[in-house]
């Protein structure tokens, strides 16, 4: 009987520890099409303790689950600006947005979709 009392104690901290890490990340990241789509979630991906990236076209929005012991939102949405979309209340330099094709550039009067 201890044995399986133990076991269960052990099993309950297991997913207690695995769970206190994972934390989701949801902002607006600018962006237009489907090549948008690729760079942005590569570039959150890139950041170590990324686990999963989402980013829809229509909405704007990008939710990233990560290892909160690894990643920090910063550093994700950081990432991301390196790669050229503004993300809330951060915003990309010219000439990481100046990289972009002609068809992701979001900004007013800089064409795109």
């Not at 520890?17 to 994972?22: D, L, T």
């Not at 689950?65 to 600006?81: F, N, R, T, W």
């Not at 990481?96 to 002609?102: G, H, I, R, V």
């Amino acid at each position: 009987m201890r044995t399986f009392f133990a076991t269960a104690l052990v099993a309950m901290v297991s997913v207690t520890i695995a769970m206190a890490g994972e934390q989701t990340l949801t902002t607006k990241a600018q962006g237009n099409c489907g090549s948008c789509k690729k760079r942005i979630t590569k570039a959150a991906k890139s950041v170590d303790g990324v686990t999963d990236v989402a980013w829809d076209k229509s909405t704007k929005v990008l939710t990233v689950k990560y290892d909160d012991a690894k990643a920090k939102p910063e550093a994700i949405k950081k990432a991301v600006v390196d790669a050229g979309h503004d993300v809330e209340n951060l915003k990309a330099t010219t000439e990481a947005y100046d990289e972009l094709p002609d068809c992701c550039k979001y900004r007013d009067g800089d064409g795109g979709h």
